[in-house]
């Protein structure tokens, strides 16, 4: 499956930002999906995940109950609505597939999109 995110951007602290991300190729349903970011000079991180078919999702501590991902499988496409934006939000973004459950560790996941800046000023 290939990725292709977007949707990011520069936005004031306590703005918002929607995420896609489509995927093309084998059956979208097969996939579990993700999102992970990496700000400059840390490691890359979960961010939140869904399962196929988004009856489940899980996030990271640091944006539970500002972010919310979800998936249209007729469309191909994950989002992730960010919502009360930070500082510290600021990284690429990036949407993954995964052939297993949902993870928060990057390495279970098994396709990658190119990334998509954030930038949240103060």
């Known amino acids: 499956v290939q990725l292709q995110a977007s949707g990011g951007g520069l936005v004031q602290a306590g703005g918002s930002l929607r995420l896609s991300c489509a995927a093309s190729g084998r059956a979208f349903t097969s ?10 000079g840390k490691e ?5 995940a869904i399962t196929w ?5 899980y996030y990271a ?10 998936r249209d499988n007729p469309k191909n496409t994950v989002y992730l609505q960010m919502n009360s934006l930070k500082p510290e939000d ?7 597939a995964s052939i297993s459950a949902p993870s ?3 390495s279970q996941y098994h396709y990658w999109g190119q990334g998509t800046q954030v930038t949240v000023s103060s």
């Open 31 to 40: 996939y579990s999906m993700g999102w992970f970011r990496q700000a400059p």
């Open 44 to 48: 890359r991180e979960f961010v939140a």
């Open 104 to 106: 928060r560790a990057s």
């Open 90 to 96: 600021t990284a690429v973004y990036y949407c993954a």
């Open 61 to 70: 501590d640091s944006v539970k109950g500002r972010f919310t991902i979800s």
């Open 53 to 57: 078919n988004g009856a489940y999702t």
